[in-house]
């Protein structure tokens, strides 16, 4: 009798919470326009079940939902569950500017990433955000970045090197080499520890981050994603502890190596002297030493975000040249002003802030294809969107791609066009119209790295080679796991530069 009881008590509970979820799906879709929806499956069924498809759906620049449906529209996942897309410039600006940033919060399908990345600075809030934050930023003092650029300088050279033997041998997919490059880069500058990828290019550590973070998109969509011990017996769960065990045992490894280092008092090398993870293992959390479990979700987290975020960047940012080659030789004349052969090529942090153009093709590339194609928040307090009022707990999704993407916000937004980021021809537009490293107080603490890497590694690149369009002419095809990318690789050819004379 109990247990009959205590299972009429349990369906009549979960009856009221899918009521309660209905009738605030019906007020949304009353509110923001959407497509037709199934009662159950919400808009899961009327999208394709792989990672192309579900990004031309939305982001297509013709049938895609932000051109069909406007700026602001309601997505329902299974069993009534709302997600708010939000790409009006005026309401983003209303959801990161949030003054509070102790109380900003992930959207809930971030905590799909908690298995990975722990509750670290990205998918903290409260007190552990803020402690956080105040322990990492100093890692990102300029003083520290200046001694970076001869990391990224030495690792760039590498790459140089690395593509002497594809000059005039046909296409290559330019991702595979700057993702090695990317890990070399966040490995040996925040790290300390130098592994070699761009020798060793079968790194499994790349290959498990590529596979997961397909797998993380289609649990997004997925029936069971929000019960974790249903979705872990699931195929796409099976193999994601599998790949967890891959990474976290990468990261274990860098952290006890690093820790063996420091015992034995090993010196480093002058450009790693400072880094992430020294400072970690010498701060203090709460007034304590951090645990190892503290400190592999802060390392994770940030070879994730500086790791994939930042090949991708490069890597559309060299497809976009070897696409317009007048704005590639403007760049190559602004280069070679200054450095005037490779040979005198020392590139230094004031020097990258010195170079104006350079600035503006960067700028433009994560423009039109922005590194992160969108990101989420849980709202902390009833907000107006368009108009109307939102209640707390809301999640909302801001599509970056739509937004940087949408003419209101950029004529002729697939154009690539790096003087529309000279300063004589920015005002007038929004400051939320364009936000590749989000805004507000939890924006991306690693923008500046990643800014003085892409730039250093294109200024690099454009000194020893020109990049030229692929043989077969066609645009990648564009795929969203976490991290803009190309379900076909991202291709180009190499030919040597042709020096001034």
């Known amino acids: 009798m109990i247990v009959l009881t205590f299972f009429v008590v349990a369906v009549i509970y979960c009856f009221a919470v899918l009521y309660r979820r209905k009738q605030f799906v019906d007020l949304m879709l009353n509110k923001f326009r959407a497509p037709s929806t199934d009662p159950l499956l919400g808009h899961v069924a009327r999208i394709p079940p792989n990672s192309p498809g579900i990004f031309k759906t939305f ?68 007190e552990k955000w803020f402690q956080r934050r105040k322990i990492i930023t100093p890692t990102f003092h300029f003083n520290i970045l200046e001694q970076f650029t001869e990391v990224m300088s030495k690792q760039s050279d590498i790459l140089v090197q690395k593509l002497k033997p594809k000059v005039n041998a046909g296409d290559i997919d330019i991702y595979l080499y700057t993702t090695l ?31 997961i973070t397909l797998i993380l998109q289609r649990r997004f969509f997925s029936l069971v994603s929000r019960w974790q011990f249903l979705y872990d017996l699931t195929p796409d769960g099976r ?51 951090p645990s190892n479990s503290d400190i592999r979700e802060e390392v994770d987290t940030f070879m994730f975000e500086g790791h994939d975020t930042t090949t991708s960047g490069i890597a559309f940012a060299l497809y976009q040249l070897s696409q317009h080659k007048d ?21 230094t942090y004031k020097q990258l ?4 153009y350079l600035d503006m093709v960067v700028k433009e590339a994560l423009r039109i294809r922005p590194s992160v194609p969108l990101i989420g928040r849980r709202l902390t307090e009833d907000t107006v969107i368009d ?53 507000g107080a939890r924006n991306c603490i690693g923008q500046k790295f990643a800014l003085i890497e892409i730039k250093l590694v294109i200024a690099k690149l454009i000194m020893h080679y020109e990049l030229l369009p692929a043989t077969e002419q066609k645009s990648p095809i564009l795929q969203g796991d976490i991290v803009l990318k190309s379900a076909d690789g991202i291709c180009l050819r190499l030919a040597e530069r042709k020096r001034n004379k």
């Not at 802030?353 to 104006?356: F, I, S, Y």
């Open 387 to 439: 108009g109307v009022n939102v209640p707390n707990g809301t999640n909302i999704i801001i599509p970056i791609y739509a937004l940087h993407n949408d003419p209101d916000n950029f004529p002729n937004p697939q154009k690539f066009d790096p003087d529309r980021f000279d300063p004589s021809q920015t005002e007038g537009r929004h400051p939320f119209a364009y936000v590749p490293f989000s805004a």
């Open 59 to 126: 982001f297509d620049s013709k049938e895609g939902w932000f051109r069909k449906y406007g700026k602001n529209i309601a997505l329902i996942r299974p069993l009534y569950d709302v997600q708010l897309f939000v790409s009006n410039p005026a309401d983003v600006e209303k959801i990161l500017a949030n003054p509070n940033s102790k109380t900003a919060r992930k959207a809930d399908s971030y905590f799909d990433l908690e298995a990975w990345l722990g509750t670290g600075l990205l998918l903290a809030w409260g």
């Open 353 to 356: 802030a010195d170079l104006r």
């Open 239 to 289: 193999r994601e502890k599998e790949l967890l065990k891959i990474l976290h045992g990468f990261t274990d490894s860098v952290i006890l190596q690093r820790r063996e280092q420091l015992l034995q008092k090993k010196p480093t090398d002058k450009a790693t002297k400072m880094n992430f993870l020294d400072m970690l293992l010498n701060s203090t959390m709460n007034g304590k030493p």
């Open 181 to 211: 490059f990317a890990l070399d880069v966040i490995c040996e500058t925040s790290m300390g520890i130098p592994i070699d990828a761009q020798s060793s290019p079968d790194s499994e550590y790349v290959k498990a981050v590529k596979e």
């Open 327 to 347: 704005i590639q030789d403007r760049l190559y004349e602004e280069l070679a002003d200054i450095y005037g052969d490779t040979n005198h090529m020392e590139i």
